[in-house]
């Protein structure tokens, strides 16, 4: 059971908009930042977005990400066969004073 | 360029001692802000935070692993070392060492290895 919840999955056809949600707590989200990995089978994860909304360089804007309250959502914008992946949310907890991850979601670009 | 290359055993006994090495390049672990980390992941399931440690030797754990875990630099072999003592089937897992980036992200990754633990 992760920390932070996300959908198993989720699915959109090629050109179309998706996005993903990552929901936690005060304890977390709420008061700190949220990054975002993409990682394809057998391969290390790749930061996407970090400090909730930064997209490091050579992420292009078709990701994008924002956060409210406790919870925080990953975006896509023309979506393409490549971006089919596992993604997965994180953030620091304060309780746990530990960096913690959500279960993670598998995009199917249909 | 950055890179990071873990290495170590890939069958561990069980109540053994699980040691890694992180072999990187492209930065330097004595500049001030500098981070590397680890992560792992079991198979099929999320990544696991297991901690950092910092150009200044400082470290920081996972709580939950705290008591068994350490991570050891030597800086003038661009190496950090990851002990993980009295090993069990729940350590299974592919072991990351990375870059820190910011606070809480990595933008460097090694390949991984998967570290199974087994009788």
């Known amino acids: 059971q992760s920390v932070l919840t996300q959908p198993p999955s989720v699915s959109a056809a090629p050109g179309q908009k998706v996005s993903i949600s990552c929901s936690g707590s005060?304890?977390?989200?709420?008061?700190?930042?949220v990054f975002w990995y993409q990682q394809f089978p057998g391969t290390a994860p790749k930061l996407l977005i970090y400090?909730?909304?930064k997209r490091p360089s050579g992420i292009p804007d078709r990701f994008s990400a924002s956060k409210s309250g406790t919870s925080a959502t990953l975006g896509f914008t023309g979506l393409q066969a490549g971006d089919e992946a596992d993604y997965y949310c994180?953030?620091?907890?304060?309780?746990?004073?530990?960096?913690?991850f959500g279960g993670g979601t598998k995009l199917t670009v249909l | 360029q950055i890179t990071l290359k873990e290495s170590g055993p890939t069958l561990v006994q069980p109540t053994q001692t699980l040691t890694l090495t992180c072999t990187f390049s492209g930065f330097s672990l004595t500049k001030s802000g500098v981070a590397v980390g680890w992560v792992r992941q079991p198979p099929g399931k999320a990544p696991e935070w297991l901690g950092l440690i910092f150009w200044d030797d400082d470290k920081r754990y996972s709580p939950s692993l705290k008591s068994r875990l350490t991570f050891i630099k030597d800086s003038s072999k661009n190496q950090v070392v990851l002990r993980l003592t009295n090993v069990g089937p729940v350590d299974t897992a592919t072991y990351y060492c990375a870059h820190r980036h910011s606070m809480l992200d990595f933008d460097f990754w090694g390949q991984g290895t998967l570290v199974t633990v087994s009788s």
């Open positions: 400090d909730n909304d």
């Open positions: 994180g953030s620091w907890d304060d309780s746990l004073n530990t960096v913690v």
């Open positions: 005060s304890s977390n989200i709420a008061k700190n930042y």
